[in-house]
């Protein structure tokens, strides 16, 4: 069977894996280190003061551990292939095989959100169909409510979540348009109210992607990006699949 959950994909490096050190990064014995892209597994304090554990990240890590500790994998990069911390950004699969596709199997068992950059999109369907699946099937991290889906319509809740990444789901009230970024509003109070960016910067990858943003007032939508506080709880775009069209109106 082909290696390629997409076709987009080129080979990258291959080895052992030696080391796990959270639930989306490992070692291999070649001492690369590699972060599985397109997803985001709970995290570890991993040496930062002050950090605390996010809820089932020990279970993430023992999961990708039963899963990958051991094995022969081939890494297959999407776009960019390291980060600035010198780990190998791919996708990961063992002996090389579709059906064991390490992101695929980590978000499947409720252990991993989809989690993309502008920089790193490719084969993020597959992803969000196993995500969905185990969101119906309250799996892991879904039969919590510290990563339940959050709602628009209520901001008071989301700006105590400013630095946490979130999925929110609501109706876009109106869209607007300044300094080159769109804005998807949620309420008639931009100061208070729940608001999308979109950058000028993410705005040729929606045009590319066929994607109009200006097009989504009333539409329902989920979005999903880091929280933060300025004049009222948003979440900044930078490419179009951080956005699902739940229903156009």
């Not at 291959?14 to 989306?24: L, S």
């Not at 059906?99 to 999109?121: C, E, H, M, P, T």
């Not at 628009?152 to 300094?179: H, I, M, S, T």
């Not at 729940?194 to 705005?203: D, E, H, K, N, Y």
Request: contains cysteine; neutral net charge.
């Amino acid at each position: 069977m082909s290696a390629f959950a997409c076709e987009t994909l080129t080979p990258g490096p291959k080895g052992r894996v030696v080391e796990i050190t959270d639930g989306d990064t490992f070692i291999l014995d070649n001492s690369q280190k590699v972060r599985l892209i397109g997803m985001q597994a709970p995290k570890l304090p991993l040496g930062r003061i002050g950090f605390d554990t996010w809820p089932l990240a020990e279970e993430a890590k023992d999961f990708l551990a039963d899963f990958a500790l051991g094995e022969i994998v081939q890494v297959f990069y999407g776009s960019t292939r390291k980060d600035r911390h010198g780990r190998v950004l791919g996708h990961v699969f063992v002996d090389g095989e579709r059906q064991k596709w390490a992101q695929k199997a980590v978000i499947a068992n409720g252990l991993a959100r989809v989690y993309s950059f502008d920089d790193n999109r490719h084969c993020l369907d597959e992803l969000y169909a196993a995500e969905r699946q185990a969101r119906v099937d309250r799996k892991g991290i879904w039969a919590l409510d510290y990563y339940q889906i959050r709602q628009a319509g209520k901001p008071n809740q989301l700006v105590k979540l400013a630095g946490r990444y979130e999925l929110v789901e609501g109706r876009v009230f109106d869209v607007g348009e300044a300094n080159g970024r769109v804005y998807l509003n949620f309420g008639r109070d931009w100061d208070t109210d729940f608001t999308v960016v979109i950058q000028r910067g993410a705005l040729s990858a929606f045009k590319k992607a066929d994607f109009d943003p200006r097009k989504l007032t009333s539409a329902l939508i989920r979005v999903r990006g880091w929280v933060d506080d300025h004049d009222g709880p948003r979440i900044d775009v930078t490419h179009p699949e951080q956005i699902e069209i739940l229903a156009a109106q």
